[in-house]
């Protein structure tokens, strides 16, 4: 089995982000890591592959220094990995962050897509829904697990009021969701022997692609605003029906 | 394809940011790309796996067994050394490593230390190849855990002196006499015994359940309370010829596995250090007194400017150490420097950070306290600071002051 498995470097979530504000897009000159969310993508990947044979191909558009998130995902076990870098790619918007990822993976080949439902950083979470519309192939979206048996893939997907039983065929683009799984931790063995896996970098023209990045972007950032003061939160008193009153408000935020 | 790109550090972050506060000469930066993820990942598994749960064990008196698993299967057990199923990772990821876990405990440091540079470093550099075999990649697991029993109630500083013998029967050894301070000891499933016989101090691997060998552990301890010290005793233990170490022969060779282990002991305790300053700051700057944050008061920031600048210090003396370690040329006088120089510092950080928490630094609500009296056992084993001050004046003026 073929996975792929589409993985971000984002600002490191641990330090607060900040906005440049002539550009309205979010700074990403400080400490870059792996985007969290994508190690459970990382980690459904190897288990597949670990339970029916193939192996795991990380791909990751990014400056260069993107190599460090696809290097950890080799450390946990990926197999080899594509970096799709290129100066024309700063200011990209979803739609051509999805158009070069879908070249690169049609390069690749691919049975499965795995990516996160939305990253860290960005979390317009649109991008593995055009990605799998621009390879053909259905999204099966928020899944909180995944059972292949050789020609199905079943996959329970997460829903506000509990989840929907989905099966599909292979090829297909799935997003999980956090929780999925525990991703692994990368080994020292790993991390020493993921220098010498297979990693190629590419730029616009490797994919044949022209009409993508910033010059291109169909969407345009046209404001930032401050988000509202959160309002003081309402404290219930205990006078015997708190605990339903608490029930009732979780429940009209459909929280439970 | 092509080799994978390493990124340079200049390429990072631009030449006028200052470094995080706890590695303001960003001696973090000198780091290879493998030892950076092997920070993070050490980092990672500390704060999500140790941290959780360490208060509690040391609260209790109790070894974290739970943690074992885990850092057997990050290959953190033996990782400097080669072959056997130990990873063979350079000196300095050996040290990026020590002063993570030290990060969290200075327990879970010794653990491993005493694994991988005082059990299973003397059976990787003096065993035999069916010693190797049979003990290192179990120990590389964490399926079998080691320990190392040099010092003895009456012979600490001077093991030497030691009174513990081995003698032939036939081919046999006969080993009796007791070990005590014996980190491990009594979780351990083979322990490294020193003993004296007719030609000199020899080293024998004692397993587990071995008629005669017992182990009982050191209660009371207000110290290094996450982890196990034990007084092993050992009454007319019989072993096969084949359980001694071939290749150790006098005290120069579990002298050099102490060499290993306290190259280690000088990156973690830099661990241990940086969790202090990180609380002090942090609470120096939350924390009003007289009606203004603490930290903004000049006493403070001394005391704070004093921390990081020992902390630079000490990143900078092991950073050092470790490149001469990985070119092979770090000598025992320099180790002894190391170990010797970043223990204090740790400790004076450690007591330093302990007043600026006032009433709240001498509880388990903050890692502070537990780090400080952690350290005072970090002072002592692996030589005492005094015995590393005696090594390094006899270096210096040729005259040894031992005696
Ligand atoms: C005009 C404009 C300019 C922009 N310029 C930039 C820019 O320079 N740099 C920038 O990072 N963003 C830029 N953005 C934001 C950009 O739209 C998104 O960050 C990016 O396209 C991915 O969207 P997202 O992070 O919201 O992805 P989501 O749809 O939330 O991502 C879901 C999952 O898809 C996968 N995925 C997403 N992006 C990638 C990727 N690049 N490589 C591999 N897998 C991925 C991951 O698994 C991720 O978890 C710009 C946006 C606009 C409108
Ligand atoms: C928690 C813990 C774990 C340990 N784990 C192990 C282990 O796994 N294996 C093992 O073999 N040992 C272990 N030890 C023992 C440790 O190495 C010894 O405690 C240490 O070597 C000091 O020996 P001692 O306690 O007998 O002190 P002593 O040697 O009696 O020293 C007492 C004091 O005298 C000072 N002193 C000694 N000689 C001189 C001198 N010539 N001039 C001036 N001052 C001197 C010392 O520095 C010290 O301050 C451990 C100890 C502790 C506390």
Known sequence: MKIVVCVKQVPDPNTPGQLDPSTHRLRRDGEVVLDPGDEFGIEAGLQLAEAHGGDVTVVSMAPERGVDAIRKALAMGAASGVLISDPLLEGSDALSTARVLAAAISREGFDIVITATESTDGYSGVVPQMLAGLLGVPAVTFAKSLKYDGTTLRVLRQTETGHDRVETSLPVVVTVTSGINEPRYPSLRGIMGAKSKPFQTLTTSDLGLTDVGGAHAGETMVAVVAAEERQAGEIIEDDGTAAKRIVDFLAEKKVI | ?403
């Open chain 2, 1 to 403: 394809m092509h080799p994978m790109v390493t990124t340079s550090p200049q390429s990072r972050k631009s030449v006028s940011t200052l470094p995080n506060f706890t590695d303001l000469y960003a001696v973090d930066e000198l780091l290879g790309d493998d030892e950076r993820l092997i920070r993070d990942t050490v980092r990672a598994f500390v704060r999500k796996r140790a941290l959780p749960v360490i208060d509690e064990h040391f609260e209790a008196g109790t070894f974290p067994h739970e943690l074992v698993d885990g850092i057997a299967q990050l290959g953190l057990l033996g990782m400097h050394l080669d072959g056997y199923g130990c990873a063979g990772a350079s000196a300095l990821a050996y040290g990026v490593a020590c002063e993570e876990l030290e990060a969290g405990d200075s327990g879970l440091r010794s653990f491993v230390s005493v694994q991988g540079s005082l059990a299973m470093f003397p059976i990787w550099a003096y065993g035999s190849e069916e010693q190797k075999q049979r003990y290192l990649p179990e120990m590389a697991a964490g399926r079998m855990i080691g320990c190392f029993g040099l010092t003895e109630s009456d012979a600490g500083s001077d093991p030497a002196s030691m009174q513990t013998r081995a003698h032939l029967d036939g081919d046999d050894w006969i080993i009796s006499g007791s070990k005590m301070w014996i980190t491990n000891g009594s979780i351990a499933d083979v322990a490294v015994v020193w003993a004296r016989t007719e030609s000199g101090i020899r080293g024998f691997l004692i397993d587990k359940g071995t008629p005669g060998f017992t182990a009982s552990d050191v209660h009371r301890k207000l110290s290094l309370r996450a982890s196990v010290t034990s007084e092993l005793h050992l009454d007319s233990v019989r072993v096969s010829a084949g359980q001694m170490l071939p290749e150790a022969q006098g005290l120069r060779a579990p002298l050099s596995c102490l060499n290993e282990a306290r190259y280690g002991i000088s990156w973690g305790a830099l661990g241990a250090a940086r969790a202090c300053f990180e609380s002090a700051v942090e609470y120096s700057k939350t924390r009003l007194v007289f009606g203004k944050p603490l930290a903004g008061y000049q006493l403070t920031q001394l005391k704070l400017a004093e921390m990081a600048t020992r902390l630079v210090q000490g990143r900078l003396v092991t950073w050092r150490l470790s490149q001469l370690k990985d070119a092979g040329q770090a000598h025992p006088v320099q180790v002894s420097l190391a170990k010797r120089a970043n223990v204090r510092l740790a400790l004076d950080i450690a007591r330093e950070a302990r007043t600026i928490l006032g009433a709240n630094g001498i509880t388990l609500e903050y890692p502070v306290i537990r780090h400080m009296t952690n350290l005072e056992s970090v002072l002592t084993y692996e030589g005492t600071e005094e015995v590393h001050t005696l090594i390094l004046g006899k270096a210096i003026t040729g005259e040894d002051a031992f005696g």
